[in-house]
């Protein structure tokens, strides 16, 4: 049956704020305790999803959390009214209120691992929502990531929504953003790409010595078994420790895969020579084709380039023509080296012939690029008409939710903003009636403990 790829954008939340919550993430370090713009954060990702759909390309939604999550607060001690719990504990450590005002659900590319029907052994389409155990302020989305998937892919025929991995430090999963699926057709079989940073039980191998491993191989290992994909389609790789160090957090910094291509930076993998070889003969013997591998040295863009511009982070898409296109951040403009790169791509002899630059600067700043934003899910034409159908996107969605942002979004949000009661109230309002544009149960965006 014919399937097509649909990009689940995240709606950037009303508390888009910069905490420099994630180490490890160079750009959310480097902006730390900054003046966020929320309003503007929310209308860029909103651009950037309407450009994509304007491209022919499919478009749906996830909405943000709800925030603050005040039973995080509870559970760590925190007792009284809601605003007393915030004042309390911004007294006490001011990261703690920055964790649970989070609004890091934007990058659904941490939302899940998907993998579609043709890989897996019973042909149904497997979600498995990411722990995201690493960080404090992510491990809290993870119970509601799974609630709204449920929701959302419920009445989908052949499809399951598993409950996300224990989170316990030996299954760390980040999801899709260490995770790439390469394929002849989408509704053909694929071979599918499983990045990790580090073995729980296997201490031989080489480590970063500046920021943490966030993705293990037994969390890879358990959800290619959970999704029951066949030997022959698995990879297992693992990230370049220097990568790591360089602050690429995240396999999409230095990594990005479609359909027969695969764009890749010379610093991405450990023994990386011998990994591509394996891939390049996994992917001919399932998909009957050749994998083109574009590698991208470190004289042509070095480590700090890629991590600054977010080249590897780019959207390659298909469009209904067939043709390519790479969705750049505009940083990749702006840094000589990446906006080289980017020109030799669509001038060479490779499938990419166009490119997008898109403005994401208030992401970009939080370290969260085009792709950061996006989890790809290949759906058939009867499964995309069963998804809940508020979320697809359309110019009057867009029309809506930027109207939406413009009378429930502040303008800027600094790091003492996070501890004013009326924050907690402003962000609940917006969430109920983000409800009611996308049609969803107020229960889904409603807060963990009323204000």
Request: proline residues 7%; hydrophobic residues 40%; negative net charge.
């Amino acid at each position: 049956m014919p399937a097509r790829e649909f990009n689940f954008d995240g709606l950037v939340g009303p508390t888009h704020n910069y905490a420099g919550l994630s180490y490890g993430n160079v750009a959310s370090a480097k902006h730390r305790q900054l003046t966020a713009h929320p309003r503007a954060a929310a209308l860029e990702g909103l651009n950037k999803m309407r450009r994509l759909w304007e491209l022919g390309l499919e478009q749906a939604i996830l909405p943000p959390q709800p925030r603050p999550h005040l039973s995080l607060l509870r559970s760590l001690g925190f007792r009284g009214s809601p605003a007393a719990m915030i004042e309390a504990a911004y007294r006490a450590q001011p990261s703690l209120v920055a964790a649970c005002y989070s609004a890091s659900s934007m990058w659904t590319a941490n939302a899940a691992t998907v993998s579609p029907g043709p890989d897996c052994g019973d042909g149904r389409l497997h979600i498995t929502p990411a722990n995201l155990s690493s960080m404090l302020h992510r491990a809290i989305e993870a119970p509601q990531t799974y609630r709204l998937l449920r929701h959302l892919f419920a009445a989908v025929r052949d499809c399951s929504v598993h409950e996300p991995l224990a989170a316990w430090p030996a299954l760390a999963d980040e999801g899709a953003a260490n995770h790439t699926r390469l394929c002849r057709e989408y509704d053909g079989p694929g071979v599918e790409l499983f990045v990790f940073g580090r073995s729980v039980f296997d201490h031989s191998r080489p480590a970063p010595g500046r920021f943490p491993a966030r993705q293990t191989l037994e969390s890879c290992q358990a959800i290619g078994r959970n999704h029951l994909l066949r030997e022959t389609q698995m990879v297992f790789i693992q990230q370049h420790p220097h990568a790591i160090d360089a602050g690429v957090f995240h396999n999409d910094v230095v990594c990005v895969g479609n359909q027969s291509l695969l764009l890749v930076h010379e610093m991405a993998f450990v023994d990386q020579d011998a990994i591509l070889a394996d891939v390049a003969a996994r992917f001919a013997a399932v998909c009957n084709d050749e994998l083109q591998v574009l590698q991208i040295s470190e004289r042509e863009l070095p480590l700090a380039d890629a991590v600054a511009s977010y080249l590897f982070n780019s959207q390659l898409v298909t469009r209904p023509n067939g043709r390519m296109c790479l969705i750049c951040p505009s940083e990749c403009q702006e840094i000589e080296t990446a906006r080289r790169v980017v020109e030799q791509l669509v001038a060479g002899s490779n499938p990419i012939e166009q490119v997008e630059f898109v403005n994401l600067r208030q992401s970009m700043n939080n370290g969260g690029g085009p792709a950061c934003l996006r989890l790809r899910v290949v759906l058939t034409d009867e499964q995309a008409q069963a998804l809940a159908p508020g979320v697809r996107f359309s110019s009057d969605v867009h029309d809506r939710l930027s109207a939406w942002v413009q009378r429930h979004y502040r303008e800027t949000l600094a790091p003492d903003d996070l501890r004013d009661p009326q924050l907690m109230g402003e962000s609940q309002a917006a969430l109920a009636e983000l409800a009611e544009v996308l049609g969803l149960p107020n229960h889904l965006l409603e807060a963990d403990e009323p204000i």
